[in-house]
């Protein structure tokens, strides 16, 4: 059983690390999301060194909390919380989407413990959550499903089927929690396809809402512990993330959702990583 870290400091530094790790790993693939990823670093953070009820010595635990990551492209950010939390070498990390790697471009149950999910097509991973979760209150079972869903796959239907689902079940065993970071591939979400008013969607389909800094690993743990407390609806928790977060030149441009650093790109952005660094071991 891996350590429960409680110190605020300790959580911002790993973050800064996993930060790091992701802008390396994508540099040394030539492919893969930046802005995704290095937002939800915080959040992994928090669900990977706190949150969770996890082993990576023993990644197929039964008591253990299940953590399903719908918009798999954004894997490098979970592959880092993964290894630095102990299920595999950290050094195994630069070879991310390498041919013969682990490290696939979206994570695949079954080549790395600890991945409960296979994903790739966006919109189907709360509905893998929603079926974990009906199996567990039904068989009486203790741990928790969490979903870690991005804003755009919300502008697909079988994301509001899953939705209905779960408040029908009244799964409070069930929290989701949304990467609002308000990009994707093609542009700003509500561009593209509206998605607000969110919460007042979520609440109006029969869910408990919180709503975030996705950057406050405090608040992000003391969203998960209330969610504890809810017993008879799923929660939604909305995490309102900056694109690109620590990364100046990267944050809030849609055209970093889909693309890797170069090198000029990852020397700039460990720069400013390191500088974040230095004043978290100050605080």
Known sequence: MYKKIT?????????????????????EAKSG??????????????????????????????????????????CPVMYSAMANVGYFPTEELLTLRKPGSRLQGHPHKGTLPGIENSSGPLGQGLSIAVGMAIVAKRAGKHHRIY???SDGEHQEGQTWEAILLAAKFRLGNLTAILD????????????????????????????????????????????CEETK???????????????????????????????????????????????ERKLIEEE
């Open 7 to 27: 110190s605020i400091k300790k959580l911002k530094l790993m973050a800064n690390t996993i930060r790091q790790d992701v802008l390396k790993m994508l540099y």
């Open 229 to 275: 407390a809810v017993y008879e609806k799923p929660t939604m928790i909305i995490a309102h993330t900056i694109p690109g977060k620590g990364v100046p030149f990267m944050e809030y441009l849609t055209e970093w959702h889909g693309k890797p650093p170069a090198k000029e790109h990852l020397e700039e952005a460990l720069k400013y990583l390191e500088e």
């Open 147 to 149: 979903a870690i869903l």
């Open 33 to 74: 999301h930046s802005a995704g990823s290095v937002s939800l670093a915080d959040v992994f953070t928090a669900m990977y060194f706190n949150v969770l009820r996890h082993d990576p010595d023993n990644s197929n635990w039964e008591g253990r909390d299940r953590l399903i990551l719908s918009n798999g492209h954004v």
């Open 180 to 223: 609002r970071n308000n990009i994707q591939i093609d542009g700003f979400t509500e561009e593209i396809l509206p998605l607000e008013p969110l919460a007042e969607k979520f609440r109006a389909f029969g869910w408990h809402v919180i709503e975030v800094n996705g950057h406050d690993i405090s608040k992000i743990i003391s969203a």
